[in-house]
Structures are given as C-alpha cells and as structure tokens.
C-alpha cells in the first residue's frame, strides 16, 4: 500500500518561513503535489514536484526528492490567510490520488 | 481550471433517510472523484465515475450505501443512503486535469451532511 505523513500542526508568526514535510511509503508515482484547505473551503492547488528539485510559485516552494522519499512545503514571508490546512498528496501508477493526513498551520500576529 | 458546483451546500438529514448530491463542471471530463473528509480529517476517495460505466469503488466503500450516477460528462450525482450520524461529513467532487506530466484535482465547494 501507500501511506504519508506529515505533522499534525505547525505554528509560525507572521514574516516568519515555515516548512510543512512530507514523507511517503510508496511504490512509483507521477509527483507529489501540495493542496491547501481553509476552514469550511474546498482543497485549492498550490504546487506539483514531478521530478527532484524546488519549485518556486511566488511565496510557496516545493522540493522533492524520489531517492530519500521525501517532500516539503516551503511558505514564505508567512501572512495570517496563510492559516490552513495543508495537505501532500501522490497519484500512484494506476491508482487514484492519496492524500496525506494533513498539517493545520496557524500564523499568529 | 474547471469550475465544479455542489448542490446542496449543507443539508441535515434524519437517519435512515438518503440524500443525493449533485456535482456540475462547466466543462467536459472523463473522471469525476467522490471524497468524504470528516471534520479535522483528511480527504478519503470513495469512487471514480466515468461516463458511460459503473463507478469504480474504494476499499470500504460499497454501491448500495452511496450509489452514483454519471449520465453525462459535465454532471454526476453521488446519493447516501441509510443515513447514520456516521455519515456525518464533507462530501466533495473533483475532476483531474493532466498538463503535460502534471495532474491537478480543481474540488467543488463541497456538500456538509449532519446527519441527526
């Protein structure tokens, strides 16, 4: 099967950099994506790793790494609608996405 | 980007009782994915609906207990039947979107069931 993790809850203060990791237990997969979720909103894309490396998408980076099993999210210059749930997620060949459980961000002032 | 509706956007619903969710994309998909996320969770894949086909169900997730219709390429409808309180949750719909070697999921607002 496939499984990933990540922490339950990060807290940073505005300004600061947090980074949200992902490690994954799975078999080949297309790449790693990043969806963030408001309280009572619906999952929005911020970014996808199909191969190794940072991608950079304004204040929001992403890296992977295949070999160490491994990926993050990198927010910077954090604001307080960065508040959110955050969630990596892979697409297994054949398979359908799995998400992970999640990391509650709260940006404090 | 797709842009994907729900209806309803919330409901509370007596035990026992079925309620059936509508999903529309304002374009043409192949797939469209049910998800339940109960509250704090994350989000758990219940079926891929294809047009065309019988929805294709995950590990623990069965045909009589949240049957779906899929009549065209712009609609599906996902129904909970015999509802419990365990059935209380977030039932969202998604369509994929492949550019290249990425996939992005576009999610609708989501359908929030209290079931009493």
């Known amino acids: 099967g496939q499984s990933l993790e990540q922490p339950s809850e990060v807290t940073a203060v505005e300004g600061a950099i947090v980074q949200i990791n992902c490690t994954y237990q799975t078999s080949g997969f297309y790449g790693l994506s990043w969806y963030q979720q408001h309280d009572g909103g619906a999952p929005t894309f911020l970014s996808y790793n199909a191969l190794d490396g940072l991608e950079e998408t304004g204040r929001f980076s992403s890296f992977l790494s295949r070999s160490d099993s491994y990926g993050y999210l990198l927010l910077q210059e954090l604001q307080m609608k960065d508040s959110a749930s955050y969630f990596c997620a892979v697409r297994p060949y054949g398979q359908n996405f799995v998400f992970g459980p999640g990391t509650r961000l709260s940006v404090l002032p | 980007s797709a842009v994907i509706s729900q209806k309803p956007s919330r409901d509370i619903c007596q035990r026992g009782t079925s309620l059936t969710i509508q999903c529309q994309v304002d374009?043409?998909?192949?797939?469209m994915f049910w998800y339940r996320q109960q509250p704090g969770q994350s989000l758990t894949l219940i079926a891929t609906a294809n047009q065309g086909s019988e929805a294709t169900y995950e590990s623990g997730f069965v045909i009589d207990k949240f049957p779906i219709s899929r009549p065209n390429l712009t609609f599906s409808t996902l129904t909970v039947s015999n509802m419990s309180p365990e059935d209380s949750s977030i039932y969202l719909c998604?369509?994929?979107?492949?550019?290249?070697?990425?996939?992005?999921?576009?999610f609708g607002p989501g359908t929030r069931l209290l079931v009493l």
């Open positions: 374009s043409q998909v192949t797939m």
């Open positions: 998604s369509v994929e979107d492949w550019k290249g070697r990425q996939e992005t999921q576009y």
